[in-house]
């Protein structure tokens, strides 16, 4: 099983629809947990991070499950500039810090 | 937000050849770096973590000796690719970033290699 999973899509949806991203974890001493995104041929860049509470950056929502270790995104009202991929990222720190990424989402808004 | 680079952005080079890839934090200090690369239509996979003044920690599967890293600074981390072959065309980035479970990661803007 994959350290971080999550469904590689394509998730084809029209502007202004509602959309989500599941991401699934293995490792339970898991510690930090964050979205990125990446746009084609481009590095990531940080979305967001994720908190128990659950967050919230404007149409952006993002939750954290620990019991089921699972992390989700949604995503409201798609503009065309939310095409991406999007890359559930799961932090530990042990001896050393290891950053693991999701094989990622792609997402592309149509018109 | 902070600001990671990488030199070069683009390698073209005969198979066989050595190359090296930079990395550098420009506006902060990182004690650990790390490496990816990424295939087309893959997802990023970490091939090592580069710790400024000591040994970097290769992920299973990924060759030491085939991929070198040196951390000699804390703004500073190198990966070279020795004698590289076709299979070893790919995305590399590097990230930095702090030591907290919560510091964000900040990328490179990551170097395409080919290798002829």
């Known amino acids: 099983r994959k350290e971080v999973e999550q469904d590689p899509g394509p998730f084809n949806v029209p502007e202004g629809a509602t959309v989500a991203f599941n991401c699934t974890y293995s490792?339970?001493?898991?510690?930090?947990f964050f979205w990125y995104r990446q746009d084609c041929r481009k590095e990531p860049k940080l979305l967001m991070s994720?908190?128990?509470s659950g967050n919230e950056d404007g149409r952006f929502t993002a939750q954290l499950n620990r019991a089921s270790q699972y992390i989700s995104l949604l995503i409201r009202d798609s503009k065309l500039s939310d095409s991406a991929t999007y890359l559930c990222?799961?932090?530990?720190?042990?001896?050393?810090?290891?950053?693991?990424f999701g094989t990622g989402t792609k997402l592309q808004v149509i018109p | 937000g902070a600001v990671v680079s990488q030199h070069p952005s683009w390698v073209i080079c005969k198979s066989g050849t050595s190359v090296k890839i930079e990395c550098r934090s420009l506006?902060?200090?990182?004690?650990?770096m790390f490496w990816y690369r990424q295939f087309p239509k893959q997802s990023l996979m970490l091939m090592a973590t580069?710790?400024?003044?000591?040994?970097?920690?290769?992920e299973q599967g990924v060759e030491k000796d085939k991929f070198l890293i040196n951390h000699a600074s804390l703004t500073l981390s190198t990966l070279t690719v020795t004698s590289a072959h076709p299979e070893d065309s790919s995305f590399y980035i590097c990230?930095?970033?702090?030591?907290?479970?919560?510091?964000?990661?900040?990328f490179g803007p990551g170097t395409r290699l080919l290798v002829l």
């Open positions: 990230s930095a970033g702090g030591q907290g479970a919560w510091e964000t990661q900040y």
């Open positions: 490792n339970s001493a898991s510690q930090s």
């Open positions: 994720v908190y128990s």
């Open positions: 990222v799961v932090n530990v720190l042990g001896g050393y810090q290891k950053v693991t």
């Open positions: 506006d902060f200090q990182a004690t650990t």
């Open positions: 580069s710790n400024e003044g000591s040994k970097a920690t290769y």
